[in-house]
């Protein structure tokens, strides 16, 4: 009994000790490569020559492993339109943007001190229908992470490998953030 009880009071304090603040503020920036999902965004092709990604959450930390995560991010994807050569016509190709304004909600998990799973779900609204290839990409989607977060005192950085799944592409990418523990 004696060894129970010092069993459980070892893993208390380490779990005690491993603890994170209540709150942070952090601030991210990312590469993403995006491709379309199906044949949503329309007819001959579309080509994702590159995006980037930045934003700033908020963490509140429920309990010593699990965290409420909500923000702000701002995505903007370059985009190359082909259409289907025909007989006795060249391919047209356009370049464009869609610019994406999303609100994650996520649940963070941290374990083993410095790693962290993050997942949840997102509202996306497009900013720039007038300039853009498609008209809408507004909608719901959803994110997948698994990320390393080291605190200096009371700031912290994080690298986060992350996939998201919006409603007519998905993405994968790193994202690279710094952050406040308060």
């Not at 020559?49 to 701002?74: C, D, K, T």
Request: aromatic share 16%.
């Amino acid at each position: 009994m004696k060894t129970v009880l010092a069993l459980f009071l070892f893993g208390f304090f380490c779990f005690k000790s491993f603890s994170q603040s209540k709150n942070n503020v952090s601030f991210s920036y990312g590469a993403i490569s995006t491709a379309p999902i199906g044949n949503s965004l329309g007819g001959a092709g579309y080509t994702y020559q590159g995006s980037g990604i930045f934003g700033f959450a908020y963490i509140r930390s429920l309990n010593n492993w699990l965290g409420l995560e909500v923000g702000l991010a701002y995505n903007k994807n370059q985009v190359q339109s082909q259409s289907a050569p025909g007989l006795y016509n060249t391919p047209i190709i356009e370049n464009g943007a869609s610019d994406l304004v999303s609100i994650p909600v996520n649940l963070r998990f941290t374990f083993l001190r410095y790693l962290f799973v993050n997942t949840g779900i997102m509202a996306d609204f497009q900013t720039n229908r007038e300039n853009s290839i498609r008209s809408d990409l507004s909608g719901l989607g959803f994110e997948l992470g698994i990320g390393v977060k080291y605190s200096f005192k009371q700031v912290s950085v994080t690298a986060n490998p992350v996939i998201q799944a919006h409603s007519h592409f998905a993405e994968s990418g790193v994202r690279f953030g710094v952050g406040y523990d308060f």
